[in-house]
Nanobody, 124 residues
Framework: QVQLVESGGGLVQAGGSLRLSCAFF????????LGWFRQAPGKEREFVAS????????YYTDSVKGQFTISRDNAKNTVYLQMNSLKPEDAAVYYC?????????????????WGQGTQVTVSL
């Protein structure tokens, strides 16, 4: 069984930055595509970014391209999401997830394991 534990969320002013981390436990980290999703109140969970097993291929939803960066450290079994120039509309609970599928996995059903989420709040 895989366990994912997110950290790094918090309150930040608009224009600021946060780096989210997600620690992976239980299986071979490099066997999984890792993704970040977010869910704002009253909205569906939406895809943010994904990264392949080696870290050589990344994929982003259009709204965060050039603003967010996903990365992974296979030696530390950790995936990161660097978020810059944060806007109020980026506020949400952010979840990391692990998928056994190959390629750019953007659908929630493509992910087998989920973390509990970390809250990101952006103030004006």
């Amino acid at each position: 069984q895989v366990q994912l534990v997110e950290s790094g969320g918090g309150l930040v002013q608009a224009g600021g930055s946060l780096r989210l981390s997600c620690a992976f436990f239980g299986r071979t980290f490099s066997d999984y595509v890792l993704g970040w999703f977010r869910q704002a109140p009253g909205k569906e969970r939406e895809f943010v970014a994904s990264i392949n097993w080696s870290g050589t291929s990344t994929y982003y939803t259009d709204s965060v391209k050039g603003q967010f960066t996903i990365s992974r450290d296979n030696a530390k079994n950790t995936v990161y999401l660097q978020m810059n120039s944060l806007k109020p509309e980026d506020a949400a609970v952010y979840y990391c997830a692990a998928s056994r599928l190959a390629g750019s996995v953007t659908a929630t059903w493509g992910y087998d394991f989920w973390g509990q989420g970390t809250q990101v709040t952006v103030s004006l």
